[in-house]
């Protein structure tokens, strides 16, 4: 039985997440004269070692030459430019595609800058939102986005469908939403009838198709029964499990569970891992082969659960005191009023149960890749100690612990992201991969991503120094290019930690005078 508290009655569950998203979030500032060089008639990055996403080794000294915003070429002899990047010795990599992101819930101050810098800082140039805020807002942003105004990833507008409960309700908004600049759906677990005129209608206007399975609805339509009816891409992990569960067509919940009370939605969810068929079943291979025959993109976003596996270690991650605000890290505290802040008696047993889960999940994931099937990189971040920009490289670092090589990790992020986006407009690949006529968003760095990836986090990566036997930081994005436009990714940085600085001392400040009036 669960523990019984009166947290139950107080625990509110994604309905507060999608109001805070619904309001949207203050409005990124206009980019400034000195952030961000170009687009130049032509940009030569000199002698760099080229990872090109699509999963070829890395190969160099090459240099790329980049006309505005498009990759003129890459290779070939030097030439005459207007501008020079001097990459010797450094890695170039296409921009990461973030395929999970919000940024319009809290904090709201400093707003949606926050979560951009953050994002670009580690070299992501292109976030799918699901939604990224509210629709009238997001449309905004990425209108401004586009046209370089501001400092912000390219943004792909994927919204929840409102006030759908019938088939003729779910066409009805399906059909206005292209108009609405809508470019895909972020889908619940509806009934099937409804599911399916939803991905339907999205698929005859180019409109791409992701699912959050919730448990709330998982048991009428879990991800086989929505892969079936065409969904592009599951993202997390609802909906796998349940499809695969050997003796319960429902997961057996304790009598007093409470979906409402995130302490039991998500202390109980990874307690499925045992109840599946095992990896290897001839079930097992079943579901990952008609999922690949389906062409089911896995989304599966495993760091914003991460914390579950080690809440002491989440918490204390060493860059929430310079890139977390306060702010954010209130959010993230155990408080039932707060989406995703559920650790309100967090035991031992409930990580193990979860370390099993991942156990499963990875395995779950990897097969599938290994089968051909094609897998994303997404985050999540802004919840469950999940900060921006630092989770999404610990997706990566979680991508190579469930067994993908790190080129394969790096296709994940790049090219396999750009195709699920594309493909839906039945368009070719933008960008995701270094090769000429693709617009010009890749990132620079000074370490070898391949050996390790710990090196891409905006605080480097700690070093011993042989030669001064002194430890060292290493590492981070030294530059990422969007559009053409080069910004100085460690400047970004800074400006995060400003921002967090400046937080904490009004903070401080609000704090004294407190005292002081008392």
Request: aromatic content about 10%.
């Amino acid at each position: 039985m669960l523990r019984r508290s009166t947290l139950t009655a107080l625990a509110l569950n994604l309905t507060l997440a999608a109001q805070l998203l619904a309001q949207g979030t203050v409005p990124a500032p206009d980019r400034r004269p000195d952030e961000g060089e170009g687009p130049f008639d032509r940009l030569m990055i000199r002698g760099a070692i080229v990872i090109d996403g699509t999963g070829a080794p890395p190969r160099g000294p090459i240099n790329i030459i980049i006309n505005q915003n498009r990759i003129a070429s890459v290779g070939g002899m030097a030439t005459r430019a207007d501008k020079v990047i001097d990459a010797r010795g450094m890695y170039l990599m296409p921009g990461f595609v973030d395929m999970h992101a919000h940024a319009g819930g809290p904090p709201k101050n400093p707003g949606a800058e926050y979560a951009y810098k953050l994002w670009m800082g580690h070299g992501v140039t292109t976030v799918r939102g699901v939604p990224l805020g509210s629709n009238n807002w997001t449309v905004k942003e990425k209108e401004r986005s586009a046209k370089n105004e501001i400092v912000a990833p390219r943004i792909i507008n994927y919204q929840r469908p409102r006030g759908v409960h019938s088939p003729e309700t779910a066409r009805d908004w399906v059909r206005q939403a292209p108009e609405r600049g809508i470019d895909g759906l972020k889908l619940g677990a509806y009934r099937p009838e409804v599911m399916k005129v939803l991905i339907e209608e999205a698929h005859k206007l180019g409109l791409g198709t992701t699912a959050h399975l919730a448990q709330t609805g998982v048991a009428n339509m879990d991800a086989m029964d929505a892969a079936r009816l065409g969904l592009d891409t599951v993202t997390h992990y609802y909906g796998h499990f349940e499809a695969l569960m050997k003796d319960y067509v429902v997961q057996p919940w304790p009598v007093d569970y409470n979906y409402s009370n995130e302490a039991h939605r998500f202390g109980q969810v990874a307690r499925l891992w045992d109840k599946i068929h095992p990896p290897g079943s001839p079930e097992w291979k079943a579901y990952l082969q008609e999922h690949l025959e389906l062409g089911t993109v896995f989304d599966p976003t495993m760091t914003i659960y991460s914390a579950g596996r080690d809440v002491m270690r989440a918490r204390a991650a060493e860059w929430h005191d310079e890139y977390t605000l306060p702010s954010l890290m209130d959010f993230f505290e155990p408080n039932p009023k707060s989406h995703g802040s559920y650790w309100f008696n967090w035991t031992t047993a409930d990580e193990v149960a979860w370390k099993n889960f991942y156990i499963r999940w990875m395995q779950l994931v990897n097969d599938y890749k290994k089968m051909g099937g094609r897998v994303t990189v997404g985050s999540d971040s802004g919840f469950i100690y999940d900060t921006y920009g630092f989770g999404y490289i610990d997706e990566l670092e979680l991508l190579q612990e469930a067994g993908f090589h790190p080129l394969e990790v790096v296709q994940s992020a790049t090219m396999n992201g750009a195709k699920t986006l594309a493909e839906p407009r039945g368009e070719d690949i933008q960008f995701g991969v270094i090769r000429q006529g693709l617009l010009a968003d890749m990132i620079l760095v000074e370490e070898n991503p391949l050996e390790n990836f710990k090196t891409l986090y905006g605080n480097g990566a700690v070093r011993l120094n042989e030669e001064t036997n002194i430890v060292e930081r290493v590492g981070g994005v030294r530059y990422t290019i969007k559009d053409g436009i080069i910004y100085d990714a460690k400047q970004l940085l800074a400006d995060v930690r400003e921002m967090v600085a400046k937080q904490k001392q009004e903070r401080a400040m609000e704090a004294n005078m407190e005292k002081g009036g008392r």
